[in-house]
């Protein structure tokens, strides 16, 4: 597996060394890579080609999938090769001779050795690069992004190119909320926390790269319009002991730690991890909206103030038992605890059309919810005789329940004719359960060395049920309030057949893909005696060509279908009037919306410099969006419907250079035209903007053991789509647009005891300017919010590394290939 994430590393020919012009000579040299333990050919293997001369590189590649290379329009000269691969000793041969006499040199097989065994020619280890391109994915490595230290799997997502989190940690690609998140191939939200709160919860230490499929096969789950994000952590499977340990500490009250462990021992590999985090942050929020109501304008100014306290615990364990060379079963268990307060005061004012006060009051909140999860997971591997046949089986279930203890104060003020209101206060109390199991196998069947066909089957099947009671104090005593009364269950089921075939014909590489999925879904509103059902089946096709201009240089079309399906609680009628000033229904009357996606994809190497060159359009049908309108009353109602169509085109840029041995610049450009039409007669909805995002890395290699990294990214303003369709940036509404957000990162690493121990230290937002600012128009109302959350943090973290014995190829597992 890790041969087949390791970065396409960067080499380049020298701009430099001007060498004498031998007409009708071309000088080559060529060999195949292979494994020296299993004798596997390693695809991506970094040849570096220098002259001895004056130490400028002469030429350089990497190896095909077969293993094999060739480094051809060489002049004469001596030279030296460097042969490096992630994993592996490097190896190095010197003295090699390019004549016109002897104009080429076959090295036949070349071996590799895994790093942990010794070689007397080992120079220096590869290092991953930024990313690697695959027909159906992007895999970026980010365990050596310092940006990222001490903090969680949000704040790595912040720095991969064409991604953006929002002040919520509501993650967004190429301004498209609608993501599947997965950790390891799973859903995030299978454990029933949100996305969000799993991703503030994975430390970032734990995470070795992030898989990027903007155009997912008929293999992957429909789920999700904009595509899929998978979350690989790290894992550990060398024979004996290993593990690592890590502390950290940030400005303003913020702590983790983690530590993972792996013994291999025989037949049995055992591995655990535990970490924990206690966080405080503070955020502020400023709103203005302006109501217009048949008696006139109104105005209202909100600004609310406080902290949110989050604390969990993540522990886990499980084993491997290897049956033979071809069989190896899974065992996995996962336990966490997350538990969030919310402490915060809003200060509301009303004007009327000539800016007198007319109402003026304060709503402090207390919220605490408590949380815990159970995940099981079984999976059983078996491989056969003949090569890559191989099949995958996959039990999971998981078991999530939350408690949640709200109290709202609330003193409210008549300005007009001073009269007090006596305070008000209630008590929301809501217990919620998700149970769910996911049952799949996947089937691998190759015909030759190119063709292979691959199918399985996916049933996911869940059960939701929340249960929300609300008492309000009345002298002196709590009493039910019926009107908030929302005990709600949903269950929905999931069942899936796909297949895949892949092949080659010369340089062109193609996958075809078709999955046909059946939903079962009831959802029962039992406080209000409301139900709803649905039930269909959809096809999702899939195909990806590419096509091999020149080693390292390739051209991609892909297209999918995907789907998003609306969730609970967008389903869920209930009207939650917490605050009488916003209130907010669910809709179950809204339908699936399905995207069609399409996409064409340049990947080419130009020495050390990597390019990725993307044009892609989606078109959208049924959104589903929140749509507002004001109410008589003077209170914003929103609720979700299927209100228009959209359509997205864009094109991103992504650049890898290296400057000098000491420092290298990556960046990104992503720019956008969305454009959303629809709506209703009394709400129309015609948005239409352009916007673009830019981020660009510098890696500053001060010594061997001395690193540096300065992150700077800005996004433009765009429009957007919630819970849907947008145009880059982050997401707000379909009736409005997101404001730019820009900001700088600084981070440092120091490693001691050859790399077994690290000091690190990096300091977020430098100059404090991410915040994120919206407006929107609707039916009756016009409105403009800004909040600001701790963004400028000092962090400080160390971490201590042990390794013993080489390497074992890790069992990879059903999940990882995300079905």
């Known amino acids: 597996m890790t041969r087949h994430i390791a970065a396409l590393m960067l080499i380049s020919f020298s701009l430099f060394a001007q060498a004498p012009n031998f007409q009708n000579f071309e000088g080559k040299i060529t060999g195949k890579v292979i494994d020296s333990l299993d004798k596997s050919p390693l695809e991506y293997v970094n040849l570096v080609l220098t002259n001895q001369k004056d130490g400028s590189i002469a030429a350089g590649t990497i190896t095909s999938p077969k293993g094999t290379f060739t480094l ?82 949000t704040d790595v997502l912040q720095n991969v190119p064409s991604i953006q989190v929002d002040a919520d940690g509501t993650v967004s690609y190429r301004g498209n909320t609608n993501l599947t998140i997965l950790i390891d191939g799973r859903p995030a939200g299978m454990s029933g926390l949100s996305a969000s709160d799993i991703l503030a919860q994975i430390p970032a230490s734990n995470i070795e790269a992030i898989e990027l499929v903007t155009n997912p096969s008929a293999k992957y789950d429909p789920e999700g319009t904009a595509g899929i994000i998978n979350i690989k952590l790290k894992k550990k499977g060398n024979n004996g002991f290993n593990g690592v340990a890590s502390v950290n500490a940030g400005t303003g009250d913020k702590y983790n730690s983690s530590i993972n462990f792996n013994l291999k021992q025989g037949e049995f590999n055992f591995f655990g991890n535990y970490d924990n985090r206690f966080n405080y942050m503070n955020f502020s929020s400023e709103t203005f909206r302006e109501n217009y109501l048949s008696g006139g304008t109104t105005f209202l100014d909100q600004y609310t103030a406080g902290t949110n306290r989050f604390q969990n615990h993540t522990a886990g364990f499980g084993a491997d038992y290897y049956f033979s060379e071809r069989a190896t079963l899974t065992l996995a268990y996962q336990f966490r605890w997350f538990s969030p307060a919310f402490r915060n005061t809003l200060e509301n004012e009303n004007f009327n059309a000539a800016n007198t006060l007319m109402r003026s009051y304060i709503r402090k909140t207390t919220a605490d919810r408590e949380m815990e999860s159970n995940n099981f997971t079984m999976t059983y591997k078996r491989t056969f005789e003949k090569k890559d046949r191989e099949l995958l089986t996959d039990v999971m279930y998981n078991s999530f329940s939350m408690d949640r203890d709200e109290e709202i104060y609330t003193q409210d003020t008549d300005v007009m004719t001073g009269t007090g209101l006596d305070p008000f206060m209630t008590n929301g109390i809501s217990i919620n359960s998700n149970k769910q199991w996911v049952i799949q196998t996947n089937y691998i069947e190759p015909f030759s060395d190119k063709t292979k066909l691959e199918a399985g089957f996916k049933s996911q099947i869940k059960n939701l049920s929340t249960k929300n009671d609300s008492y309000n104090l009345l002298g002196g005593s709590w009493v039910e309030d019926a009107t908030q009364k929302n005990y709600f269950d949903y269950d929905e089921q999931i069942h899936a057949v796909y297949a895949t075939l892949t092949s080659e014909i010369g340089k062109f590489k193609y996958l075809l893909g078709l999955r046909g999925e059946q939903l079962i879904a009831e959802g029962n509103v039992t406080s209000q005696n409301q139900k709803f059902e649905s039930d269909y089946f959809q096809v999702y096709p899939s195909a990806h060509v590419g096509y091999n201009l020149a080693q390292g240089n390739d051209l991609l079309l892909s297209y999918s279908k995907r789907v998003d399906r609306p969730n ?201 300017t991410r915040k994120f600012a919206s407006e929107g128009t609707g039916a009756g109302f016009y409105l403009n919010t800004t909040r600001k959350f701790d963004s400028r943090v000092v962090y400080l973290g160390l971490s201590y590394r042990l390794d013993t014995k080489y390497r074992e190829r890790r069992i990879k597992t059903t999940g990882e290939d995300e079905m």
């Open 72 to 153: 051809d329009k060489l002049t004469p000269g001596k030279f030296d090769l460097s042969v490096s691969f992630i994993g592996y000793q490097t190896r190095v041969f010197k003295d090699l001779l390019i004549t016109p006499k002897n104009p080429s040199i076959d090295f036949g097989t070349l071996l590799l050795v895994p790093s942990s065994v010794n070689l007397d020619e080992v120079v220096v280890n590869a290092e991953k690069e930024l990313i690697t391109n695959h027909l159906d994915k992007k895999v970026i490595t980010v365990d050596k992004d310092l940006t990222s230290a001490g903090g969680t799997a």
């Open 568 to 768: 609970n609680r967008q389903l869920n009628p209930f009207r939650d009037v917490a605050d009488s000033t916003f209130i907010v229904a669910g809709n179950p009357n809204l339908k699936a919306q399905y995207t069609d996606a399409l996409e064409f994809e340049y990947q080419g190497t130009f020495g050390f410099t990597s390019l990725t060159a993307s044009l892609f359009y989606k078109q959208t049908g049924d959104i589903i969006s929140m749509v507002s309108s004001m109410q008589p009353d003077g209170a914003l109602y929103s609720t979700f419907e299927n209100i228009a169509d959209g359509k997205n085109i864009g094109t991103e840029l992504v650049l890898i250079q290296p400057l000098a041995k000491w420092l290298r610049l990556s960046a990104t450009y992503s720019y956008y035209q969305a454009s959303v039409k629809g709506g209703t007669a009394a709400n129309p909805i015609d948005n239409k903007g352009n916007s673009w995002t830019t981020r660009v890395n510098a890696n500053f290699v001060i010594s061997p053991d001395f690193t540096l990294q300065l992150v700077g990214m800005y996004n433009s303003p765009s429009i957007s789509m919630q819970m849907g369709f947008g145009g880059g940036g982050s997401t707000v509404m379909a009736q409005g647009k997101v404001k730019e957000m820009y900001g700088i990162d600084l981070a440092g690493k120091k490693d001691f005891f050859e790399g077994k121990l690290s000091l690190t230290a990096r300091v977020s937002d430098i100059f404090n």
